[in-house]
């Protein structure tokens, strides 16, 4: 399967987050910005969760391309120690058990849960002991 | 330096309005602002006008008048009307004009706000993914604020009441029935903690603003009502903006993030040689019932996590220590983006002459204070004395 865009994921198993180094400050920004100003750089697989909420409703097509049936999913907002906070997916807890702080771990998913050949999105799960 | 007063306003009431475009709610606030200031189209040297997606404002000339006047459309945002009013402001301070005025009116379609990653310089995938949702950021920030300073989704929800509570004494609300705390907490989620009460609605109305020298205004004979400051800035870094794919770390991340409010207000606060406690009625931004919650801190009025006492023992209801949205905010007014700052002046004037009626703040208020937060990070603030 591959990721909804390119350069979002590296090219390893299991991939990694690419984000984009400034080269002039150090500041890690996801994505990498197409452009000569940023290094691209994997990120750490590893987080934990700074704040989130729940989606509840379907996002309006366009821009969404989900798939039709929609089931809330959690927008999540994880901290990459030391490098950066990545917006992603939050999957495999239940909305109830969602703390802030919970060690997170990088596990890309696809975009349609019931598409066997649908894209990838930046996703993180449980780690450690939450798992 | 003498100070630039307020002497006319007007409104047109806030909500649906069915054949009626904004240009024309606007030119309504206009005719009952200069009724109000008594004086005619002519005698406005200046205008500013904002509008989000109305058309625009200098059109409006058709309708009022073709005498030539200078006017200059804004755009910024959610702070547009604070851009147009701290414009109006600046023309008069800068000697060139006596008086002149700011308007503001929009009509947005129904549902919440669209937009397309590439209109804010992000990649297509962004937006496939689902999260070019404005409801998302608003959520997450006060989700984080709640889990940092122990707000409980119970003050979330007597926000919204007091909003819906002090819409229904006023005239130009939208929402004029009030809703139980209970209701609220209940009904069904939008994005958590949100549920669909505590989220505003994109709508239509249209405010006007006429600004004089205070020689000018005396000569008018109206009451004072002075405009001590008027600021309008832009976010610090490592700010937590609306559609962030990322956010900067930060070495002490124990507090909130620095905002454009919390600069607009501290300026805003010097310049008016004014502090937090001097202000008897304030308007604060609450385009979900936790912006309100949070704005109470980034204004100054309280500190971080204050707000659970604040409002459990009704300190910004309409009796209270610092009313706070009296005229029910947006959660009650909705939000029509070029009007919506606008509003809040307007809801201030009317305080501080006395003409609240049913929602009058007791106790003669002097000072008066609004504030407005708009994508991607700017804010507008003005303090207002009589």
Known sequence: ?131 | MSDVCIVGVGIHPFGRTDGMSGVEQGVFAVRQALGDAGIDWPQIQFAYGSSDAAGNPDTMVDRLGLTGVQFINVRNGCAAGGSALFSAQMAIKSGEFDIGLAVGFDKHPRGAFDAKPAEYNLPDWYGDAGYMVTTQFFAAKIMRYMSLFGISRETLGRVAEKAFRNGAKTPHAWRRQPVSIEEILEAPMISDPYSKYMFCSPGEGGVALILASEKKARELGKPLIRLKAATMRTRPPHSFEVFAPSIDVVEDDSGPRGTASQIASRDAFRLAGMEPGDIDVAQLQDTEAGAEIMHMAENGFCANGDQEQWLAEGRTEIGGALPVNTDGGCLACGEPIGASGLRQVYENVVQLRGDGGDRQVPGNPKTAYSHVYGAPGVSAVTILER
Do not use: H
């Open chain 1, 1 to 131: 399967m591959r990721a909804i865009a390119d350069g979002l994921f590296t090219d390893e198993t299991p991939p990694r987050l690419v984000g984009g180094c400034d080269r002039a400050t150090g500041r890690v920004v996801f994505p990498c910005p197409d452009s000569s100003n940023y290094e691209a750089m994997p990120l750490s697989s590893d987080g934990v969760l700074w704040s989130y909420t729940v989606q509840r409703f379907r996002p309006k097509t366009p821009p969404y391309a989900g798939p039709e049936a929609f089931a809330p999913w959690i927008v999540a907002y994880v901290e990459l120690p030391g490098q950066v906070i990545v917006e992603a997916r939050l999957v495999d807890v239940a909305f109830e058990d969602v703390k802030i702080g919970m060690p997170l771990r990088f596990k890309p998913v696809p975009l349609d849960p019931d598409a066997p050949d649908s894209v990838l999105i930046p996703a993180y799960a449980p780690a450690g002991d939450a798992a």
